[in-house]
């Protein structure tokens, strides 16, 4: 397939980022560094470059950044089948025995326009090599420009992550030999990253052992992502698309001891990035890729075990259980005396049979030869841009649940109504409308999550039939008694599939509640002298028929009778003397 050409011109797409209009703005009247490439907004270009001889400390870091996924033969898979024999019996007395030590290394593509350093589309899905040029695929002469989109998307997430934002930062090379690479080398930081020293705070399930943790974040960084690697029977073949995608790096601390603790971090940073915006967050797309660094020493020993990554994992379940079974392997030969078969290593996580296998070597900082980007200024960013994006941040999951403690909700709802920023939102909408908080939760975790599946609307197309103000109205009907929640029920579904006002659709079919107690009291006697049979047996000591009775007038007033006053004359008529 013929490349696509890109149009010469700027790399800076529009920035689809809330904070756009106001950030360029507020560095425009601070007269931040302008540039045809850089919006006027976000950038002092700095031109003096790094010394490259100069010794720097090495980060925290430790990625494989090939992206090709090898065929894996027979060999690999019987090599993971006689190490994990046996371990299962055994996981409990390992799990006292020894400690893991796990960090995660998050791969989060960023939702700009265009990619990193050119001007071709940053989408997904598109035909193979459709969205390149001369620069992502590395041809001479091709000078990569920075897309300042990209640097305040990276920044935002930063600063979300609770991390100091450097005002300098500078882009190295990385080296890399992979086919999906056609540079040969990344554009990344080294010892100079963007963001460092940050922490994720999650709120773990009672399943899990409950209770609040957090989670140091070492850095992170910008890059930019290598291409794709397709393998099948016909051979390998390379698609560029992806080559040149901005992703930012986020390098956690080895803070996690459990793979539930693990996918826990992970699915709190796929909640930051969608809540701040700079991403979708997408696993099985590739939008966000976690590689898990595991290591198992003695418990109480201060130093770390032999590190193995593990790759290939697209979801949180996946993490976990790669993670649970990566444990149990290390485990096993350390307690056999084994331990010098745990190597460095980059290790595959099989779906199939629930293993990790031998994929290669893991590459050592030496391999990488990093040295100072010479076609690219260091960045730097100017205090009034930063403090900008600072204070158009949204409110963060963390700070959304400690709100939603605060009204009282149990954890368990905390942890669903907040998980997807839409769904909350939605639920912030009811309240704001006035609706009591648990009564909203319990509707929107109950039927219209049912709803919401049964006829796969996403909960923007809810919205836009359904305002959460309609919600908190129905819920009002019921709370003030002018319906029952049978009716509510029903009346739901409606409201769902063809909008519109719960209280005039109440009015318009005559759903009123029945609340006088006359015409309750006559119901119930109707129901009680039609069934005199029932009512001697209950009377004889069949009490359990009190259901039946409930059920006989709640049929007879056609669900609108007041359910507190009904059973009260009920319970009064079935227990008077005959």
Known sequence: MPFATCAAGPALAPLSLPARTAASATAARCGAFASPYYPPSVLACSLPRADPTAAAPPPNESRAAARAQRPRGGRIRAQAVSVAEGQTAEGSASEEEFEAVIGIETHVQLSTDTKAFCSCPSRYGAPPNEHVCATCMGLPGALPVLNGAVVAAAVRLGLALQCRVAERSKFDRKQYFYPDLPKGYQISQFDEPLASGGHVVVDMPVEAGGGRKRFGVTRAHLEEDAGKSLHGGDGSQVDLNR????????????????????????????????????????????????????????????????????????????????????????????????????????????????????????????????????????????????????????????????????????????????????????????????????????????????????????????????????????????????????????????????????????????????????????????????????????????????????????????????????????????????
């Not at 290593?345 to 296998?357: C, I, S």
């Not at 994006?389 to 942890?415: C, H, I, K, N, S």
């Not at 259901?547 to 227990?575: C, E």
């Open 243 to 578: 080559a040149g995608v901005a992703l930012v790096e986020v390098v956690s601390e080895p803070d996690m001891r459990t793979g539930a603790e693990a996918a826990e971090y992970a699915a709190e940073m796929q909640r930051m990035v969608r809540y701040v915006g700079v991403g979708n967050g997408n696993m099985a797309e590739g939008s966000m890729r976690c590689d898990v660094n595991v290591s198992v020493r003695p418990r109480g020993q201060e130093s770390f075990g032999t590190k193995v990554e593990v790759k290939n994992m697209n979801s949180f379940r996946d993490m976990q259980r790669a993670i649970d079974f990566e444990i149990r392997r290390q485990s096993s030969l350390l307690r056999d005396g084994r331990a010098h078969e745990i190597v460095q290593e980059t290790r595959l996580w099989d779906e199939g049979t629930q293993q990790t296998a031998p994929m290669r070597s893991k590459e050592g900082l030496a391999d990488y030869r990093y040295f100072p980007e010479p076609d690219l200024p260091a960045l730097a960013l100017s205090q009034p841009f930063l403090e900008q994006l600072r204070a158009d941040l949204p409110e963060l999951p963390e700070q959304r649940r400690r709100r939603y403690e605060a009204l009282g909700l149990p954890m368990q709802d905390v942890l669903v109504l907040a998980d997807d920023k839409e769904f909350s939102d939605y639920f912030d909408g009811v309240l704001a409308a006035g609706a009591d908080a648990k009564a909203a939760a319990n509707w929107l975790m109950g039927d219209l999550t049912a709803l919401l599946k049964a006829e796969r609307r996403s909960v923007a197309g809810m919205a836009a039939v359904m305002p959460p103000s309609t919600l908190a109205e129905l819920i009002a009907l019921i709370q003030e008694g002018t319906i029952s929640g049978k009716i509510g029920k029903e009346l739901l579904l409606v409201l769902f599939m063809e909008g519109g006002s719960a209280r005039k659709l109440v009015e318009a079919k005559g759903l009123l509640q029945i609340s006088d107690e006359a015409v309750i009291e006559r119901l119930v006697d109707e129901v009680l002298a039609g069934n005199a049979k029932q009512l001697e047996q209950y009377r004889a000591g069949k009490t359990k028929l009190q259901g039946f009775f409930t059920g006989q007038v709640m049929k007879a007033s056609g669900g609108r009778v007041n359910p507190g006053l009904m059973n009260k004359i009920l319970m009064k008529k079935l227990n008077a003397p005959p």
